[in-house]
C-alpha cells in the first residue's frame, strides 16, 4: 500500500509535524521504533522553552526557536499540555561575566527576543530568594518558559491520531530506498511505501539521510545529565535560572518544571554510543557543583531520581531542515537539539506546508486539533474530586500515593488513542510512579492494571521496550 | 574424627563467634561464648540444627491468590531444599484457616506444612 | 461525619491502637486503611520471628495481624479499607477517599498517625548508570514473591544489609532464586544477627561490608552491577570496582516515615527520624493528633510498635474523654552517642508506672553505659556489652523519680564509657 507521507520517528518533531499533516486529506504514517511516543531525545531534556537569546543570529536555530516561542502559549491550550511561562535568569558572577551578559543581550535583541532586561544581583534576589550571594547580575527573559516535552509530544501525537494519522510502534527502520519517485521502507515489521519520507529520526537522523543523500551529515550524540528533585522543593526557585552559556551549550541550569519538580542539569559530554543514556558519578557530581553555584539551599536529600539524555548534535551545530536537494521528497529535520523542543511547533508547520504543497494537498474539512484532557485529580477541589467520583467509581482509588493518581486516570491512559502499553508509559502519561517513592509502592499495581486491560500475564508487561519485563517467572518456577 | 567448627551466636547483637570441636559426633569443647545463651546455641546448632521455613502456595477459588505457609516446627537445615521443591506441585482449594494442614510430616520430618493466613472462599 | 478517634492506617501500630482506645471505653473509632485487608506489611512479611515479646510465641507476620484483626472483629471497631486519606487539617478533619464512599470527611475528635513507613529509592541514592526493569526495592519484591507469587528475577545482587534486604535474600533463594550477594557501604550490618546466620549463612550467601554498588548496566533489563569497596569516608575505591552479572538489583537501603499527611496537617517534625515530634503522651505537636509505630520511627521489633501504639491509643482516648492539655513538658535532650529519642519531651504523668524513651546510637559501641540525667544528677546508669545503631535501645523511667524531682527542666540520654 502506498502512503502519502511516511514519517519516521515520534519524537517531539514527528509528532508535531504529523499533526500538522493531518490537517490535510493525506494518507499519514509515523514509524517508531520503541513502544511508545517521546522515547529518545525529546524524552530526556530540560523541558525549556526558550526565549530565544542564545542561538547565532541567522540560524535556523534563532528562527525557529523565536517563532516556536511564540507558537507555545496557544499550541499548549489547545492541547492541553502544561506550559508555564516562567522566565529565565542567566546569572553573572563577577564582573567579566557581567560583560558576556550584555552580549547575550545584543544578541538577543538581534533575534527579536522581546523583553530582555539586565538586572543587578540584589534585584535578581528579590525576585529569587534562592539565588546564590555570589551572583552580581542577571539577564532577564520574560518570555522563557517551561512545558512538559512529554506531554507536548503525546498530545501532538494524540491529535494526529484523531484526525487520521497511524502510528506503528515497534517499527524499526532497517533499509530505505527511492526509484521513480517512490521511497521504499523496509522496517523489522515489514515494507512501507510512500511519495514522502520525512526524516525526524533524532540522533539517527544522519544515518537515514546519508542512506539516500549524497550530501551527508553527522551527528555526534551528546549526553546531559539532570537530577529530578521531590515536589516539595520544587518552588525553591520560581524561574529558570542559566548560566552563561559556553561552547558546550547552555550550561547546567536549576528550573522548576512544568509538572512542579526541581529540575537540575545538564552537563555536555560527546558520547560515541547513540543509545548510552547511562548517568555517571563524574556527571552527576558536576551538574549539583555547578547548580550549587547558581541556588543557595539545594536540598539534596530530595533528589529522587537521575537521568540523562541524548541531544542530537549535527556537526554544523545548526538544524537542517526541509527538503534534501538531490532526494526530492526527502524531508529533513536533522541536528535538533536545543532549542528543539521550542522550535518544535514552528518546524512542524513549515515542513508541513512543504510536504502538502508538494502533494497539493486539500484541507480536511473536518480536521479538530483540540485535546480533551481532564486536569489531573489531585489538582481539583474536594467538591469537584467529588464530583468526579460521581461521573466514575474509579476515581475512588487511588493507585499511586505520591501524585495521587487514580484507577480512572490510569484506566483512561491506556484506554485513550495511542494509550499507554508499558509501565514507563502509563507513569508519563499520569506521572504515577513519578513521585518521591519513584513507583516502590504503585508499579506492582500498574502492572496488574496494564496486564488485566491488555489481556496479559503480569509476567509479559514491561517497563519501556520488548525485554525489559519485570517479572521472569513464578515462584519456584527455578527450583 | 575431630573437627572445629566455626559460628556465628545469633542470641544478642554481639554476634560472638563460637568455635565448636566435634569429635565423633560430639562436642568435646566450645570457645569464645560469653553467655549461657551462646553455649546453648553452639550445641544445639551443631548437633541439629533446625529452621522454620516460610513460603506461599497458590489457592484455587480464594479470595486471594495466594496462601502464606510455615513448617509447624522447625525442621533439619538438610531438608530444606527437599522441602521446598515438595511444595512446588501443591494445588489447595479455598478455604484455609490459620493452622489447617496442608501437608502432614513432611520429607518425613515430622513437621507440617500449615497455612498462617485465613483464605475465604469466593 | 463525626468520629472520637480516627486511626490512619491499619497495620500494626492501627490496629493496636485501635484496641488500646476501645479498651479505655472509647467505641467510635474508625480505622481508615488504604489497602483491601487489615494487616498493613505484615501481610507481606510472611517469615515468622514476630510476637515474641507480645505474646509470648514465634508468629510470622500474617498470624501476628489476624490476632489484632481477630481482636478488631471482636470488639466491632469499625475499618474502611480501599481508603486513602488525602489530607489532614490542623482542626483534626480527615479527608479521605475510597470507591464506595467518594470523598469522606471526618471531623475528629483524635487522630491517630499510624501510615507506617516506605522504602528509601534508587534515586536517593543516585547510582549511576542506566534505568532498566529489575531494580526493585526489597519491600516491592517481597510483595511479589509474598503476595503475588511471582518472581522479580534469577540472579540478584542485594545493595543494604537491613533485615529487609536479609530476609528477602533467604526468600529468592528458597523459591529458586540466586541470590550472589549482599552489599553493604558500612563497616556493618544494621540487620539483626540472627537473620545474617539464618538468611545469608545458612545459604552461603556472602555478605560484602564496606561495599557498595557503583554501576547498574543494561539498557533494557539489568544485566550486571558494579561493585566496589568503600573507605572510611564511604567514597568507593576505583581499584576494587569489580562486574557482578546479575538480572536484578535488590535496594535494603533504608526506611522513611511516611508523612506527607502530617507535613500537610502541619505537624512538626523530626529531621532526624523524620517523624513527628512528640511528647510522652505521643502527642504530636498539634493537639489531639499522636502519632506510633513506624511513622513515629523506624523499629526494628513489631512488637514494639504495638506496644507503643497501645499506648497512643490510650493517651488519644484519654484526650477524648479529658480534653487534656499538657504543655510543653520537660525537654528530653540526646547527649553523645545517642542519635535521637522519642519523647523529645515528657509531661509528667503520675497515672503511669513509668516513662519509656525509646532511642538509637549512632554507632557501634562495646561496653558503654547507658546513662540517663535529670538536670545534673544521673539517675540511671546502665552498662551494655553491645550497642548498635541497628537495635533501638529504651529505658525505662519510674515516676518516683519525677515526684522526687519536681524541679527538672531538662533530661539527658547519653552513652558514657564508665
Known amino acids: 500500500m502506498m502512503h502519502d507521507a511516511i514519517i519516521i520517528g515520534a519524537g517531539v518533531i514527528g509528532a508535531n509535524i504529523a499533526r500538522e499533516l493531518a490537517r490535510y486529506q493525506l494518507d499519514i504514517i509515523v514509524l517508531e521504533k520503541n513502544l511508545d511516543v517521546c522515547e529518545g531525545a525529546s524524552k530526556a531534556n530540560s523541558g525549556i522553552v526558550h526565549s530565544g537569546y542564545d542561538a547565532k543570529p541567522g540560524s535556523l536555530k534563532a528562527k525557529y526557536n523565536i517563532r516556536g516561542n511564540k507558537m507555545m502559549a496557544a499550541l499548549c491550550a489547545e492541547l492541553a499540555v502544561s506550559f508555564r511561562q516562567n522566565g529565565s535568569l542567566v546569572v553573572a558572577f563577577d564582573a567579566e561575566e557581567a560583560i558576556r551578559l550584555e552580549t547575550l543581550l545584543d544578541q538577543g535583541v538581534q533575534n527579536g527576543v522581546e523583553g530582555l532586561r539586565i538586572i543587578d544581583g540584589e534585584t535578581a534576589r528579590l525576585q529569587e530568594p534562592n539565588l546564590s550571594q555570589n551572583v552580581t547580575a542577571a539577564l532577564w527573559a520574560p518570555t522563557g518558559g517551561i512545558v512538559d516535552p512529554f506531554q507536548l509530544t503525546l498530545a501532538a501525537a494524540e491529535v494526529a491520531d484523531l484526525n487520521g494519522v497511524a502510528f506503528h510502534f515497534g517499527t524499526a527502520v532497517t533499509a530505505i530506498s527511492c526509484t521513480n519517485g517512490v521511497f521504499n521502507v523496509e522496517t523489522s515489521k515489514g515494507h512501507y511505501a510512500a511519495r514522502i519520507v520525512v526524516n525526524a529520526a533524532g540522533v539517527h537522523a544522519d544515518d537515514l539521510n546519508n542512506r539516500l543523500s549524497s550530501h551527508k551529515y553527522q551527528i555526534t550524540p551528546r549526553k546531559g545529565e539532570y537530577c529530578l528533585f521531590d515536589k516539595q522543593i520544587g518552588g525553591l526557585v520560581t524561574s529558570t535560572i542559566f548560566q552563561l552559556p559556553s561552547a558546550m551549550g547552555k550550561g547546567v541550569l536549576v528550573t522548576p518544571t512544568a509538572e512542579g519538580n526541581l529540575l537540575i542539569g545538564p552537563n555536555s559530554v560527546f558520547v560515541d554510543d547513540k543509545s548510552d543514556t547511562s548517568t555517571t558519578e563524574a556527571g552527576i557530581r558536576f551538574v549539583i557543583d555547578k547548580a550549587k553555584q547558581s541556588v543557595d539551599n539545594l536540598p539534596m536529600p530530595y533528589v529522587i531520581t537521575a537521568f540523562a539524555g541524548l541531544r542530537a548534535t549535527e556537526k554544523h551545530e545548526d538544524f537542517v531542515i526541509g527538503e534534501a536537494e538531490d532526494v526530492p521528497g526527502f524531508f529533513n529535520a536533522l541536528g535538533i537539539e536545543s532549542p528543539g523542543l521550542t522550535a518544535a511547533p514552528a518546524i512542524a508547520q513549515d515542513m508541513a506546508g512543504w510536504i502538502a504543497a508538494k502533494l497539493d494537498a486539500v484541507p480536511k474539512p473536518h480536521y479538530d486539533g483540540r485535546r480533551n484532557r481532564q486536569p489531573s485529580f489531585e489538582s481539583l477541589s474536594v467538591e469537584m474530586k467529588q464530583a468526579m467520583f460521581q461521573k466514575d467509581k474509579n476515581y475512588g482509588r487511588i493507585i499511586c500515593r505520591c501524585e495521587l493518581v487514580t484507577l480512572a486516570e490510569i484506566l483512561d491512559c491506556i484506554r485513550r488513542p495511542l494509550g499507554a502499553r508499558t509501565v514507563d508509559g502509563v507513569k508519563r502519561r499520569t506521572r504515577a510512579g513519578s513521585g518521591r517513592c519513584q513507583g516502590g509502592f504503585c508499579s506492582p499495581r500498574i502492572i496488574e492494571i496494564l496486564a488485566r486491560e491488555l489481556g496479559k500475564d503480569l509476567r509479559e508487561i514491561v517497563k519501556a521496550s520488548e525485554k525489559s519485563a519485570y517479572l521472569i517467572g513464578l515462584d519456584k518456577d527455578l527450583l | 574424627m575431630r573437627e572445629t567448627k566455626n559460628l556465628t551466636c545469633i542470641s544478642c547483637p554481639l554476634g560472638c563467634q563460637l568455635e565448636v570441636v566435634v569429635e565423633d559426633g560430639k562436642i568435646v569443647q566450645i570457645a569464645n561464648y560469653s553467655c549461657i545463651r551462646g553455649k546453648e546455641y553452639a550445641e544445639k546448632e551443631v548437633l541439629s540444627p533446625k529452621r522454620t521455613i516460610t513460603s506461599i502456595l497458590p489457592v484455587a477459588g480464594g479470595d486471594v491468590p495466594m496462601v502464606s505457609v510455615k513448617t509447624s516446627e522447625p525442621i533439619p537445615k538438610a531438608k530444606i531444599g527437599d522441602c521446598m521443591r515438595l511444595l512446588k506441585d501443591l494445588k489447595i482449594v479455598a478455604p484455609i484457616e490459620i493452622g489447617d494442614v496442608i501437608l502432614a510430616n513432611i520429607c518425613d520430618t515430622g513437621s507440617d506444612i500449615v497455612a498462617t493466613k485465613r483464605v475465604k472462599r469466593l | ?418
Open chain 3, 1 to 418: 461525619m463525626k468520629k472520637d478517634i480516627v486511626i490512619i492506617g491499619g497495620g500494626p501500630a492501627g490496629l493496636s491502637a485501635a484496641v488500646a482506645a476501645h479498651e479505655q471505653g472509647i467505641t467510635d473509632i474508625l480505622i481508615l486503611e488504604r489497602e483491601n485487608a487489615l494487616g498493613g506489611i505484615l501481610n507481606q512479611c510472611i517469615h515468622n520471628g514476630f510476637g515474641l515479646h507480645v505474646f509470648k510465641e514465634e508468629l510470622t507476620g500474617p498470624e501476628y495481624a489476624q490476632r489484632y484483626i481477630d481482636k478488631i472483629a471482636e470488639l466491632k471497631i469499625a475499618a474502611k479499607l480501599g481508603t486513602m486519606v488525602i489530607d489532614i487539617t490542623r482542626d483534626l478533619r480527615v479527608i479521605a477517599l475510597n470507591e464506595t464512599d467518594g470523598v469522606l470527611d471526618i471531623q475528629a475528635k483524635a487522630v491517630v498517625l499510624a501510615m507506617g513507613c516506605r522504602e528509601r529509592p534508587r534515586g536517593a541514592l543516585n547510582i549511576p548508570g542506566y534505568r532498566p526493569a529489575g531494580v526493585f526495592s526489597a519491600g516491592t519484591a517481597q510483595k511479589y514473591v509474598n503476595i503475588d507469587g511471582y518472581l522479580p528475577g534469577r540472579e540478584i545482587v542485594i545493595l543494604g544489609s537491613g533485615d529487609i534486604g536479609l530476609i528477602m535474600a533467604r526468600r529468592m533463594t528458597l523459591e529458586g532464586a540466586h541470590v550472589k550477594m549482599v552489599c553493604e557501604i558500612l563497616p556493618y550490618s544494621g540487620g539483626l544477627k540472627r537473620n545474617i546466620v539464618q538468611c545469608l549463612d545458612d545459604y552461603g550467601i556472602p555478605l560484602r561490608l564496606s561495599h557498595t554498588v557503583t554501576k547498574i548496566h543494561g539498557r533494557e533489563r539489568v544485566e550486571g552491577v558494579t561493585v566496589a569497596r568503600v573507605d572510611a569516608n564511604l567514597k568507593p575505591i576505583a581499584t576494587s570496582e569489580e562486574y557482578v552479572t546479575c538480572d536484578t538489583l535488590m535496594l535494603s537501603v533504608g526506611l522513611i516515615p511516611e508523612n506527607e499527611l502530617s507535613r500537610k496537617a502541619g505537624v512538626a517534625l523530626n529531621p532526624t527520624t523524620q517523624g513527628p515530634l512528640v511528647n510522652s503522651h505521643l502527642e504530636t505537636s498539634i493537639p489531639g493528633v499522636f502519632a506510633c509505630g513506624n511513622v513515629l520511627h523506624v523499629h526494628d521489633l513489631v512488637d514494639y510498635v504495638s506496644e507503643e501504639a497501645a499506648l497512643a491509643g490510650k493517651f488519644a482516648a484519654d484526650h477524648v474523654k479529658n480534653k487534656d492539655t499538657f504543655g510543653s513538658g520537660i525537654a528530653v535532650s540526646c547527649g553523645t552517642g545517642v542519635r535521637y529519642t522519642v519523647p523529645t519531651t515528657i509531661i509528667p504523668d503520675f497515672n503511669e508506672r513509668t516513662t519509656t524513651i525509646r532511642f538509637r546510637v549512632d554507632n557501634v559501641y562495646h561496653n558503654h553505659f547507658v546513662s540517663v540525667f535529670f538536670g545534673g544528677d544521673r539517675m540511671y546508669h546502665k552498662q551494655k556489652r553491645i550497642l548498635t545503631p541497628g537495635e533501638m535501645e529504651q529505658v525505662l523511667l519510674p515516676k518516683q523519680w519525677f515526684a522526687n524531682q519536681p524541679d527538672t527542666k531538662t533530661i539527658r540520654v547519653m552513652l558514657e564509657e564508665e
